[in-house]
């Protein structure tokens, strides 16, 4: 009878010894400071040039040796080089110390190695969540590239990760770059000036409170050389489709913008997509060739051949949806190529009240992505007002100026604030080693990520 009474106290020191192992790991997982070189870098399977451009720049924090867990092949061999050629520009040259395992228990090794606490992921999608699961599991902070889930299967394994990050005192968290494009964060400002925008539309599935088109091109330069991108890339059983791969940006972007610091919870809110529809776009084995470097298709890639050539890849999508009322439309579209002196291009509408705050990036902005103030409320003093606001951001943003265009007020921002696309991931990098040193993500990033994922799948499975 003795030990039934002795049960209970076992079990309450075995809980209690636990509890202390948990807050232990907790403490030891976010013990960072700031220290030079604290945060060690693993790269696993970097199969997207995503990878190596959060290695552009140094960063004091991170150490500069950084591992690399890969298979053999072309995709590995042209990261290195990459970092090689950061390493060795004439201009502000990268000092990082690559060393490379590539067995084909690569994942495993990286495991058990321990060499480092954050792991950077950029490639296959198909296999990204399980990476992500596997080395939160192992006790390293991931920072991914998007998007985390290509496939609603993969959901509840994401929501599992993150549980696990919990309990174990894990930062994970995915490469947000558009959110630091200058003329977003303007837009995102002026939109809480009640005196020029008003209030937020609730916006109708027809004519939303908020669009956001984004146009790509599968050929591209990339750190000034043309972008050579895998095969598996127009796979999207591997990459993805548009609508749940760049679509990843562009939901972040309204929930971001139209809840500023507001989790967005998609079991407790309101949160629902209204339709969604995805087309192909299609490529000739001589654009195929030109993007890949590659003289057929691989087998995996069959399926999506049509007319015994033309190869269909449904990169495109788009999809509109709901938060509290609020509607919001999202567009991806792939191009094989952009016009001579343009790129990747932007494309964003917020409707007030009041006034109305628009991105254009087209020939008549240079293809450069410029900001707009629309008048919507027919007011005298519109001006006066939209100089007022725009006054009151000149402290982060010194030099900002207002304009008469044919578009509405155009906010002219300097030159020195628009730093392009590749910068923006050391902007994300930085923003994550802070999150790293306070030792927890807010609790609104960490709802905001499982609600846009949910988004996408709800659309993707819309879609089809």
Not at 9 to 23: F, H, I
Not at 99 to 112: A, F
Not at 301 to 317: A, E, Q, Y
């Amino acid at each position: 009878m003795k030990y039934f009474y002795l049960l209970p106290l076992v079990v309450l020191l075995a809980c209690s010894d636990q509890k202390e192992k948990t807050e232990t790991q907790k403490e030891d997982t976010m013990a960072f400071t700031g220290a030079k070189g604290e945060v060690k870098l693993l790269t696993l399977d970097p199969g997207h040039f995503h990878a190596y451009l959060v290695q552009k720049s140094m960063y004091d924090q991170v150490n500069p040796v950084v591992h690399v867990y890969a298979p053999e092949g072309p995709e590995l061999v042209a990261h290195n080089a990459k970092i090689n050629e950061f390493n060795t520009r004439a201009e502000d040259p990268t000092h990082w110390e690559q060393k490379v395992y590539t067995g084909p228990d690569y994942l495993e090794k990286m495991m058990t190695d321990k060499a480092g606490n954050v792991v950077v992921l950029a490639g296959s999608n198909a296999k990204k969540t399980e990476y992500i699961k596997a080395a939160i599991d192992s006790g390293i902070n991931v920072l991914a590239d998007k998007p985390m889930i290509i496939v609603p299967e993969q959901f509840e394994l994401l929501k599992a990760a993150f549980a696990s990050a919990e309990e174990k005192g894990l930062l994970l968290y995915d490469i947000m770059t558009e959110r630091y494009e200058v003329t977003t964060i303007l837009q995102k400002e002026l939109a809480q000036s009640t005196a020029l925008f008003g209030q937020l539309e609730k916006g109708t599935p027809e004519e939303p409170a908020i669009s956001k088109e984004s146009i790509h091109h599968f050929f591209k330069y990339v750190a000034g050389s043309p972008l050579v991108r895998p095969a598996w890339f127009f796979d999207v059983n591997q990459q993805g489709e548009g609508i749940v791969d760049v679509a990843t940006h562009l939901v972040d972007l309204v929930l971001w913008e139209c809840f500023p610091g507001q989790g967005i919870d998609y079991t407790k809110d309101d949160v629902s997509v209204v339709k969604a529809r995805r087309w192909a776009t299609e490529l000739t084995p001589e654009m195929f060739g030109k993007v890949t470097g590659l003289d057929e298709y691989p087998d995996y890639l069959n399926s999506s051949v049509k007319d015994d050539s033309v190869l269909n890849v449904f990169s495109n999508g788009e999809f509109v949806f709901q938060v509290n009322g609020v509607h919001g439309k999202v567009s991806v579209i792939w191009n094989f190529q952009a016009p001579e002196g343009a790129g990747d291009t932007h494309y964003s509408i917020m409707r007030g009240t009041a006034a109305n705050l628009v991105i254009r990036q087209d020939e008549a902005q240079g293809y450069k992505p410029t900001l707009y103030i629309e008048d919507v409320a027919g007011r005298d003093d519109f001006e006066t007002v939209a100089k007022e606001a725009v006054a009151a951001l000149t402290t982060l943003y010194a030099g900002l100026e207002l304009k008469p265009t044919e578009f509405g007020l155009e906010v002219v921002v300097p030159d020195k604030f628009k730093l392009g696309h590749e910068a923006h991931f050391s902007q994300v990098t930085e923003k994550y080693l802070q999150y790293l040193i306070a030792g927890k993500l807010p609790e609104w990033e960490i709802q905001n990520m499982l609600t846009k994922y949910y988004l996408n799948m709800q659309a993707y499975q819309m879609s089809r």
